[in-house]
């Protein structure tokens, strides 16, 4: 890109740098109605919906079930399911139902306990008694990502769970400090869907970079359901 071009980027270090070398084939053009505070969602939410939900294969007519759908990966993981065509069942709290259905859910429920059917792909993020449960929901041959544990909990995991029922069903694991090559390239992806008025980032709070604190605490005391985005200027 010419000097003073608008870009966004992932690294791998430094990304709490106000300045940073990038490698060109980790970034990408901002397009002219897409602003920086938005933009900065996408290098890592953004990145790891879209890449989870490229284990799925082709998504078009698939159930999808989403795990801790009210955060800033299964936002945009319900969205791009959704605009791929899939079904989409979201877990979340049922103070989010509106939003999620709003974003493109079929089905909202409380517990994974309660999601109904079997899934192509199930996007873990939760551990623990989640992710047995989910294993009692995949189908066969079908997909689950695991993407985090925010439970912190451990689950036990044998054969007895897959067979029978769900023959096939494989679990892949999935980590964004492993982005690999491409990512540039989906963070443009992103962003011409951001543009296209296909993928909505929800910025609920933007803070100067020296209120940090502010945003961790917010982010931390889970008072905000979106995405927090720090700002420099000068």
């Known amino acids: 890109p010419a000097v003073g071009t608008r870009v966004a980027a992932l690294v791998d270090q430094a990304g709490w740098a106000e300045r940073v070398a990038v490698s060109t084939d980790r970034l990408a053009v901002l397009p002219d109605d897409v602003s920086f505070v938005s933009a900065a969602t996408l290098p890592v939410a953004g990145t790891t919906a879209l890449r989870t939900l490229r284990h799925g294969g082709d998504l078009a007519g698939q159930q999808v079930l989403v795990t801790g759908a009210s955060g800033a990966v299964g936002r945009f993981q319900v969205q791009i399911a959704r605009d791929a065509g899939a079904f989409v069942t979201a877990v979340a709290a049922s103070r989010h139902d509106e939003d999620l259905r709003n974003l493109g859910a079929g089905q909202v429920v409380e517990s994974i306990e309660r999601a109904e059917g079997l899934f192509s792909l199930i996007t873990e993020s939760v551990g623990g008694e989640s992710l047995a449960h989910a294993i009692e929901r995949v189908a066969s041959g079908g997909t689950i990502v695991m993407f985090g544990s925010s439970s912190g909990e451990l689950t036990p995991i044998g054969f007895r769970q897959f067979v029978p029922g ?6 892949q694991t999935f980590a964004y400090y492993t982005s690999g090559s491409g990512i540039g390239a989906d963070i443009a992806s992103l962003l011409a869907m951001v543009a ?6 929800r910025v ?3 803070v100067p970079w020296t209120d940090v604190a502010q945003a961790l605490d917010a982010l931390r005391q889970r008072r905000i359901s979106g995405k927090a985005v720090l700002t420099i200027t000068g």
């Open 166 to 171: 769900h023959e096939g069903a494989r679990l």
């Open 196 to 201: 296209a008025g296909r993928l909505e980032t």
């Open 204 to 206: 609920v709070l933007t």
